[in-house]
């Protein structure tokens, strides 16, 4: 039996909630700024970490042959196999991704999810593993923030340099195409506007040598 059953679900409280206006309008933003760069095409087979409710997933699925959707929470993805039906190109993964074994990915995306990885750099060669060569991995999230953000749940990451996460890409056989700051998200904490930057970085797999 896998490990799955035993990982905590932090989004219990929060998944049937979790399509709220902004969030549509945030995950709007990646799908666009990630559409403008990369054209999926019908034979891919695509992978997305942190699924949650599938407001990012969803908009790819239909563009691709495949997609397994991966998330650690049971309750987010509980609130995705509601929108799913019988025409669904899905395949869902509850747990890590470590957890999908395969070497047959196209094409992976997530976002504003990657803070939540403890072992970002595991998880990066473990992509350069399950990945053919010229696979595209696209990844959204914050850029270093002061931990604020979150500041009343205890996260992994308070965002990323994205020269290092970059560097990190690279050592594990990726070359780094793009990296670009494409939103900036404003939240009021304590009576005053912060505004936080959220990235996204393209990297394509290189042929192992």
């Given at each position: ?140 999230d914050l850029v270093t923030e ?45 009576g005053e506007m912060r505004s ?14």
């Amino acid at each position: 039996m896998k490990e799955e059953n035993k990982i905590k679900d932090t989004f219990v409280s929060k998944a049937a909630e979790w399509d709220s206006p902004d969030k549509v309008a945030m995950t709007n933003k990646f799908v666009n700024e990630l559409l403008s760069h990369i054209h999926p095409l019908p034979s891919w087979k695509a992978l997305e970490i942190g699924t949650g409710t599938g407001l990012v997933g969803l908009q790819i699925e239909p563009l691709v042959g495949m997609l397994v959707m991966e998330d650690t929470s049971e309750s987010m993805l509980n609130v995705l196999r509601q929108k799913l039906n019988s025409e669904s190109k899905v395949e869902i993964v509850h747990g890590e991704v470590f957890d999908y074994q395969e070497r047959d990915i196209d094409f992976v995306f997530s976002a504003m999810a990657f803070h939540h990885l403890p072992d970002v750099k595991k998880t990066i060669h473990h992509l350069a593993t399950i990945t053919k060569t010229d696979a595209y991995v696209a990844i959204g999230d914050l850029v270093t923030e002061d931990g604020s953000f979150h500041r009343f749940e205890p996260i992994p990451h308070c965002g990323f340099d994205t020269v290092l996460l970059s560097q990190q890409f690279e050592q594990a056989g990726f070359k780094v195409i793009r990296v670009k700051v494409y939103n900036t998200l404003s939240r009021l904490m304590d009576g005053e506007m912060r505004s936080y930057d959220q990235f996204m970085l393209i990297a394509q797999r290189k042929e192992n040598e």
